[in-house]
């Protein structure tokens, strides 16, 4: 009799996994800085402490542009003005006057250069609730940003991985004899290579970048599926349905995708799970030795890199807080694949 016992830790997974997702796909809307990669950079405002709040001046640019709403949810939206941080501010006949943050410098600049025309129209306070890194960008909305990046690794190198995997596994498994042993020779030659150093040649064969690593973290994971999807042809392909479609002509592929595969879904499902969060932390780990996402799309491992000998000052916040990130969301998948694992009876 199957466990009906709700499975508290995988419900809590399941939220924060759906949480990650919606603040990855609208960060843009929710994230105080809502720039192109949340880099709006202040150098003035660097490394401040979580909750300081600064002031604005809005100065006119030399051009305005119009962002869709597809654009700002994909890319974000550039301001349409210049945010000048200051401490000070006045209005003088025709003129600003005004004191950089952190400087004793007095700035003046004419009022027909700031939006509307008029300093209470040009002036924003804004609150930095997480502080900011040591470039004064935003560190709040650079982690929303970077859960895009871990989230889509994710996705599609567990796509690739199903894709190779499930394939190779299915072919090893039913038609056996030499393409079997063909196939688990590679397996074993892929299984016995650390994972890291093979996806960091790979990752060097083809090019820092973002898509780079997609193709990277995939073409490693393949392999523990097609072990697991091999053993379950190789018991299910005895089975008497099986046999039965043999006898009545269908085809090889007919047999292994329509009546062998859905049946050896549930061990997928929990492999997927558990290599989601392998692919998490296998980016992570790329993006801190600077061969993943470039600068300046934000990471978790890049914003840990940038930060961690901060660790040893006041400010080891601007480490932890990527580095929990990680970790929640790394958990969150260990949480749904156990739950998946007793819900669907999967044995290890």
């Not at 016992?5 to 939220?15: S, W």
């Not at 609208?26 to 800085?33: C, S």
């Not at 085809?251 to 062998?260: A, L």
Request: aromatic share 12%.
């Amino acid at each position: 009799m199957k466990n009906t016992k709700i499975h508290i830790p995988g419900f809590i997974g399941l939220f924060i996994i759906a949480m990650s997702l919606f603040v990855a796909v609208f960060a843009y809307f929710l994230a105080p800085d809502g720039s192109p990669f949340a880099n709006e950079m202040h150098l003035e405002l660097s490394t401040l402490k979580p909750g300081s709040e600064v002031s604005f001046l809005k100065v006119k640019h030399n051009f305005v542009t119009e962002t869709s709403y597809i654009d700002k949810l994909l890319y974000g939206e550039k301001l349409s003005f210049k945010a000048v941080p200051y401490s000070s501010v006045e209005s003088v006949d025709n003129k600003i006057l005004y004191t950089t943050y952190g400087t004793l410098y007095q700035n003046e600049i004419e009022l027909d250069s700031v939006v509307g025309n008029s300093l209470d129209n040009a002036v924003y306070s804004r609150v930095f609730y997480l502080g900011t890194d040591k470039y004064g960008r935003d560190l709040l909305s650079r982690l929303m940003v970077a859960a895009r990046i871990s989230l889509a690794v994710g996705f599609i190198a567990v796509f690739i991985s199903l894709i190779i995997g499930i394939s190779l596994g299915l072919i090893a498994g039913y038609y056996g004899s030499w393409v079997d042993k063909l196939i688990m020779w590679l397996i074993n030659v892929v299984w016995s290579i650390p994972t890291l150093l093979m996806v960091i040649a790979i990752s060097l064969a083809l090019g820092k970048g973002f898509w780079q690593v997609f193709v990277a973290v995939g073409l490693t994971m393949w392999v523990e599926v097609a072990r697991v999807v091999r053993g379950q042809v190789l018991s299910l392909k005895q089975m008497e349905y099986i046999q039965a479609a043999k006898v009545i002509g269908f085809g090889d592929f007919r047999i292994m995708f329509r009546h062998i595969l859905p049946n050896i879904i549930s061990p997928i499902i929990v492999i997927s799970a558990a290599n989601f969060a392998s692919a998490i932390l296998i980016e992570a780990g790329l993006s801190f030795l600077g061969i993943g996402a470039q600068a300046p799309m934000p990471s978790w491992g890049a914003m840990i890199k940038d930060h961690y000998s901060y660790i040893i000052l006041d400010k080891a916040y601007l480490a932890v807080a990527p580095g929990m990130a990680i970790m929640f969301l790394v958990l969150a998948f260990m949480l749904v694949g156990n739950m998946l694992r007793e819900r669907l009876d999967v044995r290890a």
